[in-house]
């Protein structure tokens, strides 16, 4: 393995600063929105994770590669961050059930990685100066080619990115005589996800990310789902119509992040871009209906307007952010629907989470019988 070869690199950020790093030995350019994640483990389902199509990710934890890569967690078909900023990349890996090692993971991929940069002075520098466009590269000679570049790189602000990782056909997830069946709508959902529904007995037949009610409803389902995914929420016209139509049938349905946000926009409420998002796994949570605390998983640039969900005659906020009392949840008043602004699939070590997915097959249950 040919290691020590390793070219200069850098990352420029749309404001004119850069950072300075290494190769980890794959050359080219990559551009995208920076952002950071402050997870201490769990970097194959961050790269795998659709939600990050299209962003450049940079990693608080100092050490990335260590563990190797494992085939089971992953999160969809392949890695989805743009390219990888990090600290120091560890080529050895050390782990009883890896599968290998993650430069050749990242080789598979073509993915451009760069280390050695100061991350902890690139974090606090996007946490004060906001998420932005950026640019990696290891032709560092070039800064005015790549500044020409980054230039014509779309905001993520109007952004639509569901349909670059949306399924193309529906599929099938799980035992096709589970007593429970749910029309699943793909803008970006996580294998994790599915594997919750499935332990709770149901079938899945998941639709591409502009699927209308009809097709949802064609499966016959017992509820609906709306998934998590990247971009912004408002291009993505057809999904808020779907719930619309699942909403004013009053049919159960339950969406997570860029779910919620469409469920958000479908009662008009609306939504904006974050200075700079959450994205980690210790996101302290409130629950107003139980008064609880919850430790979760995080991973969103974009929010919906409290004021105007406080507002609503229709709505209820069920969770907020502790940290900065965004809105993490919702439910309607008088309708089976409800959502949540993180990922109650993921496990970093808490599960504090999971029982969304049993409130939701209680709801789907409740409405069976009532039927």
């Known amino acids: 393995m040919k290691y020590q070869t390793r070219k200069k690199a850098l990352v420029l950020l749309a404001d004119g600063t850069i950072f300075y790093g290494k190769s980890v030995g794959i050359e080219g350019t990559s551009t995208g ?50 390219g990888l900023i990090c600290r120091n990349f560890s ?10 090692n993650l430069y050749d993971y990242f080789q598979k991929h073509n993915l451009v990685a760069i280390s050695d940069v100061d991350t902890r002075a690139l974090v606090a520098y996007i946490r004060d100066n906001g998420a932005m466009n950026a640019i990696i590269s290891t032709e560092v ?15 993520m602000e109007g952004l639509e990115l569901a349909s670059k990782v949306s399924t193309k056909e529906p599929y099938f997830v799980g035992d096709e005589n589970a007593p429970i069946k749910i029309s699943a709508l793909d803008i970006g959902i996580k294998k994790n996800i599915l594997r919750n529904f499935v332990k709770r007995g149901a079938y899945i037949k998941v639709f591409p990310y502009n699927a209308s009610f009809e097709e949802l409803a064609s499966f016959n389902p017992d509820g609906y789902f709306i998934s998590n995914g990247p971009g912004d929420p408002e291009p993505l016209v057809d999904a808020q119509n779907t719930a619309k139509e699942i909403i004013k049938r009053d049919l159960p349905l339950f969406g997570i992040c860029l779910g919620h946000q469409v469920i958000a926009l479908a009662n008009g409420i609306s939504t904006y871009k974050m200075h700079n998002g959450h994205r980690g796994i210790n996101h302290p949570v409130k629950n107003l209906l139980t008064g609880k605390g919850e430790i979760t998983s995080q991973n969103h640039g974009f929010a919906i307007n409290r004021e105007e969900a406080e507002a609503h005659n229709d709505v209820e906020i069920t969770h907020v952010h502790l940290n900065d009392h965004t809105v993490a949840g919702i439910k309607m008043k008088d309708k089976n629907c409800f959502s949540v602004q993180y990922h109650p699939e993921a496990s970093p070590g808490p599960n504090d989470a999971e029982y969304l997915f049993d409130q939701f097959i209680e709801n789907i249950n409740k409405a069976k019988v009532e039927a």
Request: aromatic share 10%; glycine share 10%; proline share 4%.
């Open 141 to 155: 000679d070039n800064i005015d080619a790549l500044k020409e570049q980054l230039a014509k790189v779309p905001s």
């Open 33 to 82: 929105e920076i952002c950071f994640n402050t997870g201490m483990s769990g970097y194959q389902e961050i790269f795998t994770d659709p939600s990050y199509f299209g962003q450049l990710m940079v990693t608080a934890n100092v050490h990335i590669g260590n563990y190797g890569v494992n085939d089971n967690e992953v999160e969809s078909d392949g890695i989805k961050i743009s």
């Open 91 to 100: 080529y050895p890996h050390s782990r009883v059930d890896s599968n290998g």
